[in-house]
């Protein structure tokens, strides 16, 4: 099993910046993928940001490009989410997502239990 844990949410203006952090430990080891995902009250859980470590390809949606930033290292046990200009519709509560991927197996996915990130005007 892998365990996540966020870290870093909290209260910050628009416009202003924020870090968040995951940590990841037990069979990190055959992770195939990292990202971040948030959810607002009434909205669908969406993707922020996430990072193949098979390919170091990244992946944002246009609501976050340019102003988002993931980051990892290489023992995958650690994830940073970079958050410059955050506006008033990036307030959520931020996941921490991490998956597995084998042939024959399966997807084990992995969630970290959240942080709330409010951006003020």
């Known amino acids: 099993q892998v365990q996540l844990r966020e870290s870093g949410g909290g209260l910050v203006q628009a416009g202003g910046s924020l870090r968040l952090s995951c940590a990841a430990s037990g069979s990190v080891a055959r992770l195939s993928s990292m990202g971040w995902y948030r959810q607002a009250p009434g909205k669908k859980r969406e993707l922020v940001a996430r990072?193949?470590?098979?390919?170091?390809?990244?992946e944002y949606p246009d609501s976050v490009k340019g102003r988002f930033t993931i980051s990892g290292d290489n023992t995958k046990t650690s994830m940073a989410l970079q958050m410059n200009n955050p506006k008033l519709e990036d307030t959520g509560v931020y996941y921490c997502?991490?998956?597995?991927?084998?042939?024959?197996?399966?997807?084990?996915?992995?969630w970290g239990q959240g942080t709330q990130v409010t951006v003020s005007s």
């Open positions: 997502d991490a998956y597995d991927l084998r042939i024959g197996i399966g997807r084990n996915d992995y």
């Open positions: 990072i193949s470590y098979d390919d170091g390809i990244t």
